[in-house]
């Protein structure tokens, strides 16, 4: 089962596959995303995470409101994540501590 962390307020989900990532820095994970805002995802398969938080929207948007979870039920706007904790994160290093607390 994938972990994943969703971007509340502009609505992009990223989500941790449960194997792949071994021996990589958490910067070179392989993961997948999702904008649901505008319904698009990575080209590929997994793009690494520090493209992922490199995009305009996700750098210059901190503070973020995220919440990790594992399953959701719904879709669209029905789309409800169970989430396991959420916390507002102000930047880059402190997501990167609570990914790597969280132990994705």
Do not use: C
Request: glycine share 8%; charged share 20%.
């Amino acid at each position: 089962m994938s972990s994943k962390l969703h971007f509340i307020e502009i609505d992009h989900v990223i989500y941790f596959p449960s194997s792949g990532n071994v021996g990589r820095t958490l910067y070179k994970y392989g993961v997948a995303y999702r904008d649901r805002k505008n319904k698009t995802s990575q080209s590929g398969k997994k793009i690494n995470l520090e493209d992922v938080l490199a995009m305009p929207i996700i750098k210059t948007g901190y503070p973020h409101t995220i919440g990790f979870f594992t399953t959701a039920s719904g879709k669209g706007l029905t789309y409800a994540p169970d989430y396991k904790v959420q916390r507002q994160i102000l930047n880059e290093t402190a997501l990167i501590q609570w990914v790597e607390d969280l132990k994705l």
